[in-house]
């Protein structure tokens, strides 16, 4: 009912009286006034004037459907968003609910307490800086191609960036750099049988709009938020709503397990790392190559020290420069 009220007020220029409200939704002015109460709560600027009505003078920076809705044109990924203020991590609240929630499905906090990046390191989320959230997918595929999945985020990501003149590049195969620094990391979790996916949760975390003084002093080297990046301010409701409309697009193919040559390309086009001296670790191990190419099965060609080419997937493993990030 909330949100029913919330779309009514935004939907007027002018102030709406009360008494068309209660109308509208046969309730009493007290149980109105009572939901604008509770919105004002969240954030929302209400003018009230006793012979006029309401009227929205602003809106919060959250990402509420009903803040990011005007900007998505999907049928299904991000129409359910499960939003909060504060969470240990998106990626655990995704696996606590996947079973019983549709494809599509979206958690989002404002901050994550105990966010993850790949092999259970820390991932700083502060509150209302970036984009913090998981998506639940259930695709019928083959759980051996689930890691193409953290390619078709990579490449939503820069689309979206792209969409609003932002230029980065993907670090193959799980983050999105500007300026040689990541401002967006991947991660793909999934929960399977033999040869049957259950869901897989797609994590993706970015670094919006913090300032220089969020960026821990250890991470400077390597990471930088788009508004540093950019000098100004980037409206997360509109990003957010990009990724999501880009990511539907390509997430649809492959679902039906069709070509995914489209994302691929992106990622070929937009490597960081195509035509680099690269560092491949696998826990213990590292090796040292050229990156030459992304093949079309989404793996990353490389030709080691002792001239073989090999196709390195994307599993557990790091990639870093010669002497540095990237
Ligand atoms: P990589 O594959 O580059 O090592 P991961 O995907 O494992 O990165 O992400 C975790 C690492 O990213 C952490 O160990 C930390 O160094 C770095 N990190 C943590 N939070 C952020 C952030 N908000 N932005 C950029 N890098 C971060």
């Known amino acids: 009912m909330k949100q029913r009220i919330l779309k009514m007020l935004k939907n007027s220029e002018d102030f709406i009286s009360g008494e068309e409200i209660s109308k509208e939704f046969h309730m009493t002015r007290a149980a ?64 606590e609910i996947a079973f019983d929630e549709n494809e599509g499905t979206v958690i989002i906090s404002e901050e994550q307490t105990d966010g993850k990046g790949r092999l259970g390191r820390h991932w700083i989320s502060p509150k209302g800086k970036g984009i913090w959230m998981s998506m639940i997918l259930k695709p019928k595929v083959d759980p051996m191609k689930v890691s193409k999945i953290t390619l078709l985020g990579a490449a939503a990501v820069y689309k979206a960036l792209e969409d609003m003149n932002i230029k980065s590049q993907i670090k193959w195969p799980n983050d999105i750099l500007i300026d040689g620094k990541k401002i967006c990391g991947i991660l793909t979790e999934m929960n399977c049988e033999l040869n049957m996916i259950n869901y897989v949760i797609m994590g993706i975390g970015i670094n919006v709009n913090f300032d220089e003084e969020d960026i821990p002093m250890d991470l400077k080297d390597k990471a930088t938020s788009i508004k540093v990046s950019q000098n100004k301010e980037i409206n997360r409701k509109e990003l957010l709503g990009n990724i999501l409309n880009q990511f539907e697009n390509l997430y649809i193919d492959f679902r039906d397990e069709k070509s995914i040559s489209k994302t691929i390309e992106i990622c070929r086009e937009n490597s960081a790392l195509i035509g680099k001296e690269v560092r491949i670790i696998k826990r213990e191990e590292t090796r040292v190559g050229k990156a030459l190419d992304i093949n079309e099965e989404g793996e990353l060609v490389v030709e080691f020290e002792d001239g073989v080419i090999e196709n390195v997937y994307s599993g557990e493993i790091s990639v870093r420069g010669l002497n540095g990030y990237v």
């Open 32 to 95: 109105i006034w009572k939901y604008i109460n509770s919105l004002r709560e969240d954030g929302y600027n209400i003018e009230s004037v006793p012979s006029k009505g309401y009227k929205i003078t602003s809106l919060p920076d959250i990402l509420t459907l009903g803040e990011v809705e005007p900007y998505l044109s999907t049928n299904f990924i991000g129409r359910n968003i499960q939003y909060f203020d504060t969470i240990d991590s998106t990626n655990k609240r995704a696996k």
